[in-house]
């Protein structure tokens, strides 16, 4: 188990523009992975609001801190200045941002060099479907780990440098779910059933989604996660099958 | 003009089982009327975790603070606790919220009770969807909308309760913007153009969005949006297209 926490930056994401499907990803990775994400926060692309954020996620002390978005060549990417603002540290032409940024152009121009500047004591990550590095640096005892905002380049570094990182150093964990899908008991009904579940099997989170209504009966669907024990997910699971059918209601199959 | 910030609530949220889109509609829905989200946070169904960011929204002094989730019958729907606590009110059984109830259901249960404490001093709002009413209540200078998480309910409570305050009590304004696709021009060369007609009409934000590349040519999404000026929209558009056209690039009919 370890504790993770995301901050996602560009206007984009708060004029409505862009939905951040960025954050489902990262913390289903997280999550599979062992972690808990304890909160997300979304800000625009200022320094001062950046540094804000970070400070804000830095005080929860995470193992993991995923930033995404503002790592490119224009004007209005700001994170790794927002980083360095926020740590008192200057950026510094990396050799080693440099070379990857190379190696992906035929030639520098202004805005390819921006990129090579990150935070003093920082390590560039290589990105192999963009430009722009992902940077890596240590604040306190919270791991940083600036990603870019395009999906597929952030899923990329992820995948190659932050898992690498986090199997190395981190006590992983797994995943243990399973889903249900209830028809005709409503979500009123279906609290006392869940809370008496939670209480008899504490490892497991029980997660309510009302659906609505489907021909005259309400529909709820059910997510059981644990990252503890797959057994009490299948406990839980036949419990509550069992005590929804006495209530009335009908498991869909799924 | 005004200000906004949206606190969205829930597990799923964190887990990667869910999208905030409810932040997409929100946030694109407050920036049309004339807002400007300053900062989304999303939290886990936990009461500190709530009013933390409850005290961290309310620090902006935004016009409007959108709190979307955790409404519902269920134990983890801890929202209205998470404000109580953090204002040190209590929820008190608030008759027109228990009518409206009333009014959607057949009989009463614990789950259904529960919707109806509200914390003191706070107004229940009318949910023509669901059963959960949302609540208004006031906090220092800050208009606090508590929203359903299911996405139509929030919706209709918006377009029918939040959206009707707000045009009694704010300035509300306008959102012009204009989308634009560009082929041909890097990121890095695109950054000077932009970096330009910024400066050049201070009331246009312009963002640029790397599409990757199409047929050995960078693609990338052009958009402008301005609060105060619509004829400078128009303007900023000639101009970047006459000088992406100088670079050597080319603008796909949109």
Redesign the interface.
Known sequence: MFTAEVLSIG???????????N??????????LGGF????????DEII?ISE?LT?AIQHHPNILIVSGGL?????DKTLQGIAYNQGLCLRLNNRALNLIRAK?KEL????LKMAHIPEGSQPLRNLV?TAPGVHIIVGKVHLFALPG?P?EMRSIFKHSVIRFMRRTLPLGSLYEAYMLSLGI???????I??EAMNRFPEV?I????L?IEEGRPKINL?L?SQTNSKQVRDVKAVLISKIRRSGGVIAAR
């Open positions: 206007n984009e994401l708060l004029i409505g523009q862009t939905t951040n499907t954050l489902t990803w990262l913390s289903d990775q997280l999550t599979r994400v304890r909160r997300a926060i979304t800000v625009r609001e954020a804000l490119g060549p224009t004007f209005d152009v121009n202004a805005g390819r963009g395009v597929s409503p979500e009123s009904k279906m609290a006392p869940i809370y989170y997660k309510s989604h009302p609505g997510h996660t």
